[in-house]
């Protein structure tokens, strides 16, 4: 039985994924596919059109222009100095007191990632990977449930990122249904933007109470850690260790950092791991090359990130008058790039709509790209790689349920499976 905190995670997850799905009735690919021929740059909102709320808190006196094609998409998140995301700070951002990174311009954004960059970077995750990423994974989750010979790997994928992730940032790990409401509270905060008029007041004051009930556990652990031992790897106590602009971060200042991180902290590897094992279950003749060649798994996941990526578009201000293939786009205008669609862009992928692994390494806009690439991609795709090969090795002949529906990789935001019901021997 889940506990109570564990209902609540589930029922806020399956919440937010209903708050960005957007229109139900349309083939999303076959429309992205129509625009990249023949409008490639749209004088609107098109996210809006569909029903999407933006987490960018939009003026509605802001014109706003959408991308559709990979060269543009590329153009506008490789240049942080023309295209901006400060806007921010007045959506989402306002649930973390303007304080997030996403929000950031300039050196502002590049001094606070580079404080938080170590602790996702490679030669961290990696020592991680050994001692607790994928010991949590087999020992806590993929064991457990081998003698069932069955399960909604759904249910799986919600819980293990979190487990990870918190650990990785400093939360004490002898503390999980804690820990799970804690994620409640995260995810709750993405609901806090809507579209429908009637409903954002209520959800704007639920999320602000759950960004206000998240700051307050994890000044605890700030304060807790700074108390007693702040000598780990772990990134609260990494700020705690170091100087900013010539001084030390006080507990405010690394309790409104960390609970910024904490909304996209496990949504993204949830979902991401869904849509590959649903991709893989689905093509059985790769999922077997898979597993009898493991060095194809980073190359699967990161198709998978091309193929169906979990965020699907991303939204930059203009910082100036200038011009998208002829289009002018006036000082101040949103503009909105669909990464969904431009990492289908037949300019510049070869048999674009097929889920290869062994395609040609080339950029993808899954994760961002340029300055505000998702600065914790490695720690997900790291998670992903242990929880496949975990599978791979513990579940023989993992199969689809023939008895069950299968996988659908859903929603115009938030994408993935809501379910992924499978068998093995």
Not at 388 to 393: C, K, S, V, Y
Request: charged residues 25%; contains cysteine; proline residues 6%.
């Amino acid at each position: 039985m889940p506990t109570p905190a564990q209902s609540d995670l589930a029922k806020v997850f399956t919440d937010v994924a209903s708050n960005y799905r957007g229109s139900n009735d349309i083939d999303l690919h076959a429309t992205y596919r129509e625009m990249r021929a023949n409008s490639p740059v749209l004088q609107d909102n098109f996210m809006a059109r569909l029903g999407v709320p933006s987490i960018a808190g939009l003026d509605a006196n802001r014109p706003t222009f959408t991308l559709f094609k990979y060269d543009d998409v590329m153009a506008v998140m490789r240049d942080a100095g023309t295209f901006t995301s400060g806007f921010i700070a007045e959506g989402l951002g306002a649930f973390f007191d303007g304080l997030i990174l996403t929000a950031m311009d300039g050196d502002a954004h590049k001094n606070i990632r580079s404080l938080l960059q170590p602790v996702f970077m490679p030669e961290t995750v990696n020592r991680w990977k050994e001692t607790r990423i994928d010991r949590v994974i087999r020992e806590e989750y993929i064991k457990p449930m081998v003698p069932a010979k069955g399960a909604d790997l759904m249910d799986f994928a919600l819980y293990f990122p979190i487990r990870v992730i918190y650990s990785l940032i400093g939360f004490p790990e002898d503390r999980p249904e804690q820990i799970e409401q804690y994620a409640a509270w995260a995810l709750a905060i993405l609901a806090g933007p809507q579209v429908d008029p009637e409903k954002a007041a209520a959800a704007r004051g639920a999320a602000m109470q759950a960004a206000q009930a998240l700051y307050d556990v994890v000044k605890d652990v700030v304060s807790e850690r700074r108390a007693t031992d702040a000598s780990g790897d772990d990134l609260i106590s990494r700020l705690i260790r170091v100087a900013y602009q010539g001084r030390s971060l006080d507990d405010h200042e690394i309790a409104t950092f960390v609970r910024s991180l904490l909304p996209a902290a496990s949504e993204t590897t949830t979902r991401t791991f869904g849509t590959l094992m649903s991709l893989l279950l689905q093509n059985p003749d790769v999922l077997e090359r898979v597993r009898n060649d493991r060095s194809l798994v980073n190359k699967a996941i990161d198709e998978a990130v091309r193929f169906e990526p979990v965020a699907t578009f991303k939204v930059r201000q203009a910082a100036k008058d200038l011009e998208i293939r002829g289009i002018p786009i006036p000082k101040g205008a949103m503009v909105q790039c669909i990464v969904t669609s431009a990492n289908r862009d037949e300019e510049a992928f070869e048999n674009a709509d097929k889920f290869d692994i062994d395609r040609k390494a080339k950029p993808s806009f899954g994760f961002g790209f340029g300055p505000h690439m998702c600065i914790g991609q490695f720690v997900a795709k790291t998670e992903i790689n242990c929880a496949l090969n975990a599978i791979l090795d513990l579940m023989p002949n993992i199969r689809l349920d023939p008895d069950k529906p299968g996988p659908q990789i859903v929603g115009a935001q938030l994408r993935g499976p809501h379910y992924l019901h499978v068998l093995w021997d």
